[in-house]
Every structure is written in structure tokens, then in C-alpha cells.
Nanobody
Framework: QVQLVESGGGLVQAGGSLRLSCAAS????????MAWYRQAPGKQRELVAS???????NSADSVKGRFTISRDNGKNTVYLQMNSLKPEDTAVYYC??????????????WGQGTQVTVSS
């Protein structure tokens, strides 16, 4: 079994910062990609940023220059540093990890979500 525990969400004023964390535990022997998604009310879930095992990152245009994703492979943890937050960043943020479970076979696991609210 794999468990993901997210933390760091909350209420912040526009222009402020938050740091999200997502720690994976259990049968996490080979984590491939780690990522953060978000879902605002009435909208589809969207990719915010991702990071590969080797550290290659990718992020949505809407957060480039403001959000930074990082990971600590020793702690099986992924982080999302969010700076210069805007009201439109308000959403539930979910982490996702992709585990290698066989040759060219992966399985995705999702966190429970953490609310980020940015007030204007």
C-alpha cells in the first residue's frame, strides 16, 4: 500500500507565499515522476508542475516564474514553493506520484488534496 500525506495549504493574501509538501510512505520502492495538480471550483483538474526522478521539471505557463517544484528522493517527498500568489491560484492542490511496478509499467497514486485560498 502507498500513502501520500499533503501539508502546507491555507489562507494567504495576494502576493504571499506558501510551501506545500507531499510525503509518500509504504511500498514506494521506485518513484518515477512526482507532480502537483490543482482543481478550482467548477474547473477541471490541471497540472501545475512535475519533476522527474533525475530532477527535470515542467510547469504550467500560468505559474512559471512564481512556483517551484522540488523533491527529496531520500524522504520520498515532493514540494511546491508558491510565491507571488494570486487569487486565481485558489484551488485544491493534489500531489501525484508515479511508481514503477514492472517493465514499462507504472501506477499513479494521488494525495487527498490540500486547500489553498488566496485573498485579494
Amino acid at each position: 500500500q502507498v500513502q501520500l500525506v499533503e501539508s502546507g495549504g491555507g489562507l494567504v493574501q495576494a502576493g504571499g507565499s506558501l510551501r506545500l509538501s507531499c510525503a509518500a510512505s509504504g511500498s514506494v520502492f521506485s518513484i518515477n515522476t512526482m507532480a502537483w495538480y490543482r482543481q478550482a471550483p467548477g474547473k477541471q483538474r490541471e497540472l501545475v508542475a512535475s519533476i522527474t526522478e533525475s530532477g527535470t521539471t515542467n510547469s504550467a505557463d500560468s505559474v512559471k516564474g512564481r512556483f517551484t517544484i522540488s523533491r527529496d528522493n531520500g524522504k520520498n517527498t515532493v514540494y511546491l514553493q508558491m510565491n507571488s500568489l494570486k487569487p486565481e491560484d485558489t484551488a485544491v492542490y493534489y500531489c501525484k506520484i508515479r511508481l514503477s511496478v514492472g517493465i514499462a509499467t507504472w501506477k499513479d497514486y494521488w494525495g487527498q488534496g490540500t486547500q489553498v485560498t488566496v485573498s485579494s
